[in-house]
C-alpha cells in the first residue's frame, strides 16, 4: 500500500485544515487507518484513527472535539479534518494503515504503512 498525506500549511490559530491520506495499491476498506503527528526531537504521537470494519473512529484526548476522522471509500481516501487549530498543534501529520488489534489503535508500531507526511503550522 503506498499512502500519500496532503493538505497540509499555514493557518492562523482557530482556523481549519483538512488533510488527505490517498492510497494506492490496495483499498483502505481493509484496514486501519490512523493519523499521527510529530514534532522535532520528540516520539511521534497518535491524533485519530479510523476502524476498518466499523468504520469507527477513536481519537486522542487533546483533539476530541475538534479533529474528525472521516473516510471516502469510493475515493479510497481518509480525511482528517481538523478545526480550532491552535499553535500546539504544530507538527508533521502522518497517515498510516495496518491492523492493529483495537488495545493498540494508538501504538504507531502497529501499523505497516506510512505516507510521507505533511506539516501543519499554526500560526498565533
Known amino acids: 500500500v503506498q499512502l500519500q498525506a496532503s493538505g497540509g500549511g499555514l493557518v492562523q490559530a482557530g482556523g481549519s485544515l483538512r488533510l488527505s491520506c490517498a492510497a494506492s495499491?490496495?483499498?483502505?476498506?481493509?484496514?486501519?487507518v490512523g493519523w499521527f503527528r510529530q514534532t522535532p526531537g520528540n516520539e511521534r504521537e497518535f491524533v485519530a484513527a479510523?476502524?476498518?470494519?466499523?468504520?469507527?473512529?477513536t481519537s486522542a484526548d487533546f483533539v476530541k472535539g475538534r479533529f474528525t476522522v472521516s473516510r471516502d471509500n469510493a475515493k479510497n481516501t481518509v480525511y482528517l479534518q481538523m478545526n480550532s487549530l491552535k499553535p500546539e498543534d504544530t507538527a508533521v501529520y502522518y497517515c498510516?494503515?495496518?491492523?492493529?488489534?483495537?488495545?493498540?489503535?494508538?501504538?504507531?508500531?502497529?501499523?505497516?504503512?506510512w505516507g510521507q507526511g505533511t506539516l501543519v503550522t499554526v500560526s498565533s
Open positions: 498510516a494503515a495496518g491492523r492493529p488489534i483495537l488495545s493498540s489503535t494508538s501504538s504507531p508500531a502497529a501499523y505497516y504503512y
Open positions: 495499491g490496495s483499498t483502505l476498506r481493509d484496514y486501519v
Open positions: 479510523s476502524r476498518r470494519n466499523t468504520g469507527s473512529t
